[in-house]
Every structure is written in C-alpha cells, then in structure tokens.
C-alpha cells in the first residue's frame, strides 16, 4: 500500500528538539539552544526590526513555522512563515562537517557528475545530472522522509532522529528503493521493461523524483544499481550531507554472510543456477560523509561511510544498506553496525570455485583471494578524472596484511577460518587460465586463449571442456553462446601449453 504525499504532523517538543523558545534579549528565553540577535549594521524603517536567528548545530532537519509573541501576556504567536533547516557541513559542531571547502563544492554544491560503468579492464563513464536544487527536489526530499515506515508509526520520534545524519541516511537508503515501504524505484535485472523505462534511459535524477512525487508515491520504474545510487547521492546532497557515488568492479554478493562467494560449475562445463552468491562486473553506491559517535572508539571511524540502496539483501528486516564506515572495511572490523560485513565481502570476498557432479556430489577446485573488489572508483574533486579508492577499502592484494584482515574479519563473524565448509585446498595437478586476446565487442568475434600449466610428475591426457554462456551484469548466467570439447596431452611438468578459440557471437547482444 502506498501512502498518500501529505506532510505528516505531530506535536511538536521541546523535550524531543522538535520546538524550541527563545527570545530577545536571551534572559526571556528558557535556555534553548538557538538564539537570536539584532541585525547589526541595518537601516531598518520606523517600527521594525531585524533579526539574526542561529540554530544549534543538532537541531533535527526539516521544515519548521516560526512565530513570535510581542508581548509576555499574548497567548498565541504572530507566523513569521516557514524555514527549511538542513544539515551544515560549513559547521564545525555538525556531524557532517567536511573541513576542505574544495570537497564541500564537489560533494555538496555540485549538481553535475560522473558514474563509473563497465568492467575492470574497460571502465566507462556516463554524465549524471545530480539536480540537488532544483525548485522542487527539497520539498520532494523532505517528503521522502515524511513517508517512511518509521515517520509513518511514530512522527515524533522520526523527526526528533532526524538531527543524526546516521539515522537519516539509513531512511534514505531504503528509501530509494521500493521493496518494502513505497519508495522511489522498483528495480528490475531481467531485461523486460515494459510499463517503464530500462535503467538505462536514465541520465539524471530530477526526473525520477518528480515521477515519484507526480504519481502519488508510487515507484518509478525500473532502475538498477548506477540509478539507485546517484538518485541517493541528490537526496543527501540536498539534505546537505556531503554524498559522493563509487562503482565498485566485479563486486560480491554473499547472500550467507560467510565472506565467500561460492561458483558452481557442472563437470561439462555448464554454470547451473545454484548459488545465491554472484559476482557482479560492477556495483554502485554511495559514501556519505560523517562522524560516527555511536561508536566508543573516539574518531576512528569517522569519514566516508558506505550506503546502499539497491535492494540486495536486508538489514534488521528493511531492504537498505549502511551507513558502513570505510575505515571499519579497511580494517575488517565487521562485527560494527551498518552492514560492514555485507560491504567487507562486496570488495574483499574470497571466490571458492565447485565442481557439481551427476550425482549431485561436490569437489572443491579452487579459491580466488584476489578478483573480487577492483579498481573501485569515484570522480576526482574539480575535475573529470576518475580516483581509484581501492586503497581506502582494503590493503594491496597478495600482500600478508591484506590476509591478515581477511582471516581476522572471518573470526570475527564466527566461520572457520579457511572457509564456511571447512575444507582446505589441495594443489592442483593443472593451472588454467584464460586471457583475452582481443577486446570484447559486442556483434564481434573474441579471441581467447587458454594457457596450461602441469605440475605432475607424470604426462596427464586433458578432456577440456569448453562452455561459454552470457552473463548479465550481475553475475547471474544468461543464454549458452558456445560449447565445444577439446583434448590435450601434458607433459610432465610442462608450462604454458596454448589453446586458443575464437568465440563468435552471430549479432550484437546486448545484457544489462
């Protein structure tokens, strides 16, 4: 059911931060936070006055009605009008205050960006119009917060939160998507549009949000992770939480919560459609800048905090995601609030691969400590080049620290250390690895080869079998292009033994 647009009412409390009473000089006051001043400087006409009014720096975002008695006898106020209170990161006391004014221009200001698409080794970039101060977005924005679930059971409590930037980002996160509480976007992967748009139309988030208003609350269709994000990054950009979009490449969805992502491979080569674990080409979300003192740890993790809102799994029953502190990621301290394990795994999951035979039987064939989480980027400050983050969301693959975080974040969420079945590796007789000798075009043919490498002792015969399938850019498996079964004698000991195949795709496919 989706709620009707109208702006949610509830008495308003000194008790909750929701009234404040103050007044001129500051002795009339009851020792409220704001305060209020004579303009200085100003030539004001007989029987009028200016005022300056300052608000706390925690005083909760949103619209309030501003009043005033003449008199200490009147009992009702004069209405001075409306006010839009947002967050202040110019402001010292703010938890979201960020210190460099060239990042407040990016971060905030700016209503024009990029948004990272493709794959690791073919990054692209698409423009995106953030349109944080168009007339209408705040309104849109504040509306947004007046019909979430917790606004929606207690008024009062929701708009007392609204002070911590904590509480208002994770709203925001689940209410970009429409799962479970009439939010903006309804999501759809499988390529059929049909009484919508295909994510793809979209270049900017004006025109999603007045969709959403303009149709009473219900959601606009269809978006994926690259407009779930930059649409978030207008929300709290207007809200004036510093907001930037990162593009994270092949991204892990561990749908277990074990830091693994389990492949599945049929002894013929076929991907079956067993795991709910998938490896994504890319993922989008944003970071929001903040301070963290829900934590007892002082400032340590402060900073850029991880939020998503593309509806992938859910977080104390609600499809939303974060806000994670990145330096929490870093470290592998995932035992913290928001989601950081859910995150940590997105850019530092291992990938153990499975062999399923007929009989339903399985073998393990490899683990893969390295794939997951590359090139993750976001657009530099001032510019339009791209930043490589990786670095702010864990150490250099291959290096002792990087496993050792890895190791310690699996201890932290209670699995065995080598892995959520409790099977170690064993070395294989054989290595394979397949390298592109071509680009991939789509309509074009792609050369592949595939290196071999024995470690055995003895001369092995190989029955390769080669199965080719289009994958979405989620990971999940699409159609089957190719298959074809090779035979190959090793050596003892041999090294780079060179297939090669030619991969031809008749017509242009196109996977979202």
């Given amino acids: 059911q989706t709620p009707e647009l109208t702006r949610y009412k509830s008495v308003p409390s000194e008790a909750l931060g929701t009234r404040s009473v103050f007044g001129l000089p500051e002795r009339c006051g009851k020792g409220s936070s704001w305060k209020v001043k004579v303009h200085q400087g100003s030539v004001l006409p007989a029987g009028s006055i200016t005022l300056d009014i300052t608000s706390p720096a ?25 006010l839009l209170l947002l967050f202040n990161p110019w402001c010292q006391e703010d938890w979201v205050h960020l210190p460099e004014e060239e990042e407040r221009q990016e971060y905030v200001m700016r209503e024009q960006g990029l948004v990272y698409k493709g794959s690791n080794k073919y990054i692209s970039s698409m423009a995106w119009n953030f349109g944080q101060f168009e007339d209408d977005i705040v309104d849109i924005c504040l509306k947004l917060l007046d019909v979430n679930p917790k606004c929606l059971s207690d008024p009062a409590k929701d708009f007392s939160a609204r002070c911590n930037p904590i509480y208002v980002s994770r709203v925001v996160s689940a209410m970009i998507n429409a799962n479970d509480d009439g939010g903006v976007l ?22 999603v949000l007045r969709r959403w208003l303009k149709y009473g609350g219900n959601p606009v269709k269809y978006g994926q992770c690259w407009v779930f994000a930059a649409v978030m990054c207008t929300v709290l950009r207007c809200l004036g939480i510093p907001c930037r979009v990162v593009t994270n490449f092949q991204s892990a969805h561990d749908t277990d919560k074990n830091l693994t992502i389990d492949d599945f491979f049929s002894d013929y080569g076929v991907r079956p459609k067993q795991s709910p674990d998938s490896v994504w080409n890319y993922h989008v979300w944003v970071e929001a800048w903040m301070t963290r003192p829900d934590f007892s740890a002082g400032s340590l993790y402060d900073g850029w905090q991880a939020v998503d809102p593309t509806p992938q799994e859910k977080s104390t029953g609600v499809y939303c995601c974060g806000p ?51 090139n993750i980027s976001t ?19 291959g290096t002792e620290k990087e496993r050792d975080v890895y190791n310690q974040a699996v201890k932290r969420v209670n699995i065995p250390e080598e892995n959520s079945n409790g099977i170690h590796d064993d070395k294989p007789g054989v290595s394979m690895k397949i390298v592109e000798l071509t680009k991939p075009i ?7 080869e595939l290196v071999l490498n024995s470690n055995d002792s003895v001369t092995r015969t190989l029955v390769i079998n080669v199965n080719v399938q289009a994958m979405r850019y989620n990971g999940i498996p699409s ?34």
């Fill in 186 to 207: 309804m999501g759809r992967w499988d390529g059929q549009y049909h009484g919508g748009m295909s994510p793809t139309h979209w270049n900017g988030s004006v025109e």
């Fill in 324 to 374: 994670a502190p990145v330096k929490a990621i870093l470290q592998g301290h995932v035992d913290l609030k928001h989601d950081v394990p859910f995150v940590f795994a997105e850019v530092n999951a291992d990938r153990v691969t499975w062999m399923v035979f007929a009989d339903g039987s399985k073998k393990k064939i490899s683990t893969d400590s390295v794939s997951v989480g590359q």
């Fill in 379 to 397: 657009k530099a400050v001032g510019s339009d080049k791209r930043v490589d983050i990786t670095a702010n969301y864990k150490h250099a693959e």
């Fill in 479 to 512: 159609s089957q292009i190719q298959t074809e079964l090779k035979e190959q004698k090793l050596l003892p000991n041999q090294g780079r033994v060179k297939m090669f195949q030619s991969l031809s795709i008749s017509r242009p496919t196109m996977f979202n």
């Fill in 442 to 448: 789509s309509g074009k043919d792609i050369d592949l």
């Fill in 58 to 82: 925690d005083a909760p975002v949103g619209e309030y009605s501003l009043s005033v008695k003449t008199s200490a006898t009147a009992s009702v106020g004069s209405s001075l009008g409306k």
